[in-house]
């Protein structure tokens, strides 16, 4: 099969690969679409690109083949890539924090150096038409789900992670910060979860428009207005309960710190790489709660599956673009400039 291959730093070749067999455990699926995240930009964008490796963790498809051992399963059934199934033994589990569990795996790949090769890391190997993965790690889609849905189960999981990690209450004032991919997805499961009003600070157009489109009673510019707190405020009818920072710059934590109300909640959902400028007397007296929250547990993913079947979660809109697997190179290298894309799907058949 062809499929884009990662070599180096912005290094990436469509080539010909062997096509995957399973191993003991595992299945073999026929990939429907992969959506490109930022984790991915961010790794073929660094010095740890490279080992042969073909990307692509957020994909759902259809399994063709099943390894030895594998039982529940049959080629034919529709499946997205979910997190490892909790161990029910490690001290995470032991606590019930099952996503934890899940990160601690992540955790012990990272420190054994383990390549995220197909089938090692989460779903990995998306981008080609057909990917291997660990059936523990499968998660069934409903008929009510297309294939572009299926893709989004991923990214949109983070949001419901997030807002479910926040305490966010019914009736909540609410700030979002970035309506990228992540924040359009947060947006929508606070507004489920029962936020009286939720403003969005984005400055692309089209994010802008489309968290507007996707619920947000305010959207404004960060950079057009004199005073970002005072812009919330006005916008909330009072100062956020709750901030989630999903711009994934360093900039923002503060910010998300001075707008919130005293005694508010913080969620850092976006993943930013680079140190963070804090004033800590702002943090004491205001008596804020910083949490943070990353990746999601296999409840989140049924939660999400269920919230996009019912309609409370949607994820077309979310998608702007296309591209054929052939052009997955070409899509990575125009993602890193700006652009006014959100959710970018390869479809690996092409
Ligand atoms: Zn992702
Ligand atoms: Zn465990």
Not at 137 to 142: A, I
Not at 187 to 206: H, N
Request: charged residues 20%; proline residues 8%.
């Amino acid at each position: 099969m062809k499929a884009p291959v990662l070599h180096g730093r912005r290094n990436m070749t469509v080539e010909d690969v062997p096509d995957p067999a399973p191993g003991d455990q595992e299945v073999v699926v026929e990939v429907g679409f992969c959506g490109i995240c930022g984790s991915d930009l961010h790794l073929y964008d660094s010095e740890m690109a490279g080992g042969g490796i073909v990307m692509g963790h957020e994909f759902g498809g259809v399994i063709v083949e099943l390894g030895r051992g594998v039982t529940g399963w049959e080629p034919g059934d529709r499946v997205v890539g979910a997190p490892m199934k909790p161990c029910m033994n490690c001290p995470f589990c032991v606590r019930g924090e099952y996503d934890l569990c899940y990160q601690h795996y992540r955790l012990d790949a990272a420190r054994a150096g383990t390549p995220p090769a197909g089938g090692a890391s989460l779903g990995s190997g998306g981008y080609a038409p057909f990917a291997r993965i660990g059936a523990a790690r499968l998660m069934r889609v409903p008929d009510g789900l297309d294939e572009q849905q299926a893709a989004c189960v991923e990214p949109a999981a983070v949001g419901v992670h997030a807002v479910r990690l926040s305490g966010q209450q019914i009736g909540d004032r609410v700030a979002v910060l970035g309506a990228g991919p992540i924040g359009l997805f947060t947006l929508q499961c606070a507004i489920a979860a029962g936020a009286r009003r939720v403003a969005v600070a984005e400055p692309s157009q089209r994010r802008a428009e489309l968290a507007r489109a996707l619920g947000a009673d305010t959207v404004f510019h960060p950079r057009a207005v004199a005073d970002v707190p005072g812009a919330f405020a006005d916008a909330l009818g009072g100062p956020p309960d709750v901030v989630f920072d999903a711009a994934g710059v360093p900039a923002t934590l503060q910010q998300a710190v001075d707008v919130v109300r005293p005694g508010g909640r913080v969620m850092m959902v976006g993943v930013s790489f680079d140190a963070a400028p804090v004033r800590p007397s702002v943090w004491v007296t205001k008596r804020v709660t910083v949490r943070a929250a990353f990746a999601y547990s296999r409840a989140d993913y049924e939660t999400t599956i269920a919230m996009l079947e019912r309609g409370s979660l949607q994820s077309n809109p979310v998608v702007t673009s296309i591209v054929p697997g052939a052009e997955t190179p070409a899509a990575f290298e125009r993602l890193l400039s700006p652009n006014e894309e959100v959710k970018v799907l390869v479809d690996p058949r092409r």
